[in-house]
């Protein structure tokens, strides 16, 4: 037990400053180009923030264990609105103030949710088949395209300080990411055979909470800065990822043993819970993007608390 525990704070220690560094020097080379706030957020930070959910869900699945990759995906996108969005509301709504969106990002709302129904559908048919990581796979592919071909800006910041050597500090944050993922899947597996816990609940709680501190720890500091647009951007461009592209790798594998233990009608309160959350979060955002308001102390504590109320149907 002292080792499984050792080796979860070890991994998300390592999570979380190895994701803030792989961010900071993503975002440095992108603007050099001239990509937009939310493009970068939705794309370059999101897939920062999302390596840890790709690469525990790969680890993971080595051991066939599907069951906790969809526990991981579920409960990493209603942590991610829940526990992210809502600790980020909290800080703005305690220091009064307000927040506001560019009328722009309503398409990318839509496209959240309707990613969001693929990934329910995808779950409740077979998310453990071949065909079902090429559709979800394909889906990923198009919306980026659609992100590139609106999210770049005619102006570039060409007079950016860049740190040096950026990319062996790119590999060096993505070889500590990929470790710290190890880390936190064995000390999961260690758990789960100690105390004979599901592996949907292992990964919804320890997997999911574990590898969403690198979203809570980028969003309050972008909120902190006022930097809503792109706290927006990460957190509708993590949830695509871990959809999209966490949940099509089981199905890569082709292994019949990666649905043992898999079970849609025990996780469909929760598939419910977390579109119910994507659309408030949604309908929220597309209203300030229609005028500029305070944050509202209140959806904060709604956001939190809905994650704690999702435990009770995942244990």
């Not at 500590?176 to 609940?201: K, M, P, R």
């Amino acid at each position: 037990m002292i080792i499984a525990l050792l080796a979860i704070t070890s991994g998300i220690a390592l999570i979380w400053v190895s994701a803030e560094k792989l961010e900071n020097y993503s975002v440095h080379a992108a603007r050099e180009f001239g990509f937009s706030p939310f493009f970068i957020g939705s794309t370059v930070i999101a897939f920062g923030t999302s390596a840890p959910e790709m690469l525990t869900t790969f680890f993971v699945s080595l051991e066939n264990k599907g069951s906790m990759v969809i526990g991981n995906v579920i409960g990493s996108n209603v942590a991610n609105l829940s526990l992210v969005f809502g600790s980020m509301l909290l800080v703005v709504s305690l220091k009064k103030l307000r927040i506001k969106q560019e009328v722009a990002i309503q398409k990318n709302l839509l496209i959240l949710l309707v990613s969001g129904l693929l990934i329910w559908l995808i779950i409740a048919i077979d998310p453990f088949n071949i065909a079902s990581s090429f559709i979800l796979l394909a889906s990923l592919i198009l919306v980026i395209f659609f992100w590139y071909k609106n999210g770049v800006s005619d102006e570039k910041e060409n007079d950016i300080d860049l740190p040096k050597y950026v990319s062996l500090k790119l590999t060096l944050s993505l070889v500590f990411l990929v470790f710290a993922a190890w880390l936190i899947t064995f000390g999961a597996n260690q758990i789960l055979d100690e105390f004979s816990l599901g592996e949907l609940f292992i990964g919804y709680t320890v997997l999911a909470i574990g590898t969403s501190l690198p979203e809570i720890a980028a969003s309050v500091s972008l909120a902190l800065k006022g930097r809503y647009e792109t706290v927006t951007g990460t957190l509708i461009g993590s949830n695509i990822f871990n959809g999209l592209c966490v949940l099509a790798i089981p199905g890569l594998f082709m292994n019949p043993k990666m649905s043992l233990g898999w079970s849609y009608s025990e996780w469909s309160p929760l598939l419910f819970i977390l579109f119910i959350i994507t659309f408030i979060f949604a309908y929220y955002i597309f209203s300030v993007s229609k005028k500029e308001r305070y944050a509202s102390i209140l959806l904060s504590l709604l956001f939190l608390s809905s994650y704690f109320v999702s435990l009770y149907f995942a244990y």
